[in-house]
């Protein structure tokens, strides 16, 4: 699809009923249900894996948890006490929680469908689903929470509701509490329409920007070292830090100005993994973990 209409189409969608968002998902685009593959797997694993080794048996509460719930399933299964899963629109079903369910029992372990979204999945998985819900206003009590996580959401999030909700967090968290985010940084358009690049969205101007980046797919374009700033803003230890940098032919001639002053490096990365803390808690509970490898 060309990523014009597209645009447009999310323009027009604003307006409009959510089912007729999930018809289009499902007669048109076939995105309805989501598939996990392997690749897929492997990296909703991340936030699992890092809740084992910083978190162990701790509260978690993932922001942006989408449609399907892959990683608040993920956490339960990992062992978490409880997974607090938000969500600013009620999005996800009944359908495609279990369509997830489904798979993830194919690979081994324990997955039983649920009935609902609340009671059912409650007492099933551990998982309280808040949507809609705010990560900026979580409600939760201080000292609440032992481990943060977010996949693919921090892109489509305005820079100030960012450094608000990261506030949250650290008002929510225990001092050895630990973070794992997930950063997506191409242009989301290349996904549907083939004939862009995944860099395409630098050619605009941000006025131009704003009217082709919709709320319903709002992008703000941030890189990674945007995020490196902004987590050291929010006093938050940075543990980890990876970039996802292929080989791009940058044309600089053609970015807005807005993007010139960024390495080629910083403007080639197209995902981004950080695991960040509370100092001291996490460098203490990071350097007893290295320590365990070495």
């Known amino acids: 699809m060309d990523w014009r209409i597209k645009c447009v189409a999310f323009h027009v969608l604003r307006f409009a009923p959510r089912r007729w968002y999930c018809a289009l998902q499902q007669r048109v685009t076939g995105r309805f249900l989501f ?6 797997l492997a990296a909703y694993s991340v936030h699992a894996n890092a809740l084992k080794e910083f978190a162990p048996g701790g509260r978690a509460l993932e922001f942006g948890c989408g449609s399907n719930l892959l990683s608040s ?27 997830v369910i489904r798979q993830l029992r194919t690979r081994g372990g324990d997955w039983p469908e649920i009935t609902d979204l609340e009671a059912d999945l409650l007492h099933k998985y551990r998982i309280q689903y808040r949507a809609p819900a705010d990560a900026r206003h979580t ?15 921090l892109e489509h999030i305005p820079e100030n509701d960012i450094r608000l909700i990261l506030a949250e967090c650290r008002r929510i968290c225990r001092p050895a509490a630990a973070l794992s985010m997930i950063i997506d940084y191409h242009d989301h358009y290349a996904t549907a329409d083939p004939t862009i690049s995944r860099i395409n969205f630098y050619r605009y101007p941000a006025a131009v920007w704003r009217f082709l980046s919709p709320p319903n797919h709002y992008q703000n374009r941030l890189r990674h070292s945007d995020f490196e700033r902004i987590f050291g803003d929010a006093q938050l230890l940075i543990a980890e830090n990876r970039a996802v940098v292929p080989e791009i032919a940058l044309d600089r001639q053609h970015m807005d100005r ?4 960024y390495s080629d490096r910083d403007l080639a990365a197209l995902n981004g993994f950080f695991l960040l ?3 001291p808690g996490l460098r203490a509970r990071h350097a007893t973990s290295s320590a365990r490898q070495t």
């Open 35 to 40: 598939n996990v593959t392997e690749n897929e």
């Open 73 to 99: 399933l993920l956490l339960s299964a990992a062992g978490a006490a409880e997974v607090f899963a938000y969500d600013l629109n009620r999005i996800a079903t009944l359908d495609q929680v279990n369509h």
């Open 277 to 279: 803390g509370t100092p």
């Open 139 to 153: 409600g939760l009590p201080d000292g609440h929470i032992d481990f943060v996580c977010s996949t693919s959401v």
């Open 258 to 261: 807005q993007f010139r002053p």
